[in-house]
């Protein structure tokens, strides 16, 4: 599973870097993609959230309450074709 990290990264800067790496997850036929954004005052974790909410081929993971998770974190399903479908397309 891929992480991206944008804790501690300037709001712009933060955007930029999650939008490229999720699309690189797409083409890597990636299945999971796990923000780390930090806790501080959500305004990261709120614009990762917006994010993958606007995205067709993303989809925010609903975990477990009774599961203790890291709060400074933001787990995405990524539905994207298996690896083996992009190989074919990039011949």
């Known amino acids: 599973m891929r992480t991206i990290t944008i804790r501690q990264m300037r709001f712009e800067e933060a955007r ?3 939008d490229r790496e999720m699309n690189d997850a797409f083409m890597a ?5 796990e923000i ?13 959230i ?7 081929f993303l ?6 309450p009774m599961i203790r998770t890291n709060p400074g974190t ?3 399903e990524v539905l994207a074709p298996s690896k083996e479908y992009i ?3 990039r011949k």
Request: proline residues 0%.
């Open 16 to 18: 930029i870097k999650l």
């Open 29 to 33: 036929g990636e299945a999971f993609v």
């Open 36 to 48: 780390l954004h930090g806790i501080g005052e959500g305004i990261l974790k709120r614009m990762a």
């Open 50 to 56: 917006d994010y993958v909410e606007s995205c067709d």
């Open 59 to 64: 989809k925010l993971v609903e975990r477990d």
């Open 74 to 76: 933001t787990l995405v």
């Open 87 to 89: 190989n074919r397309l």
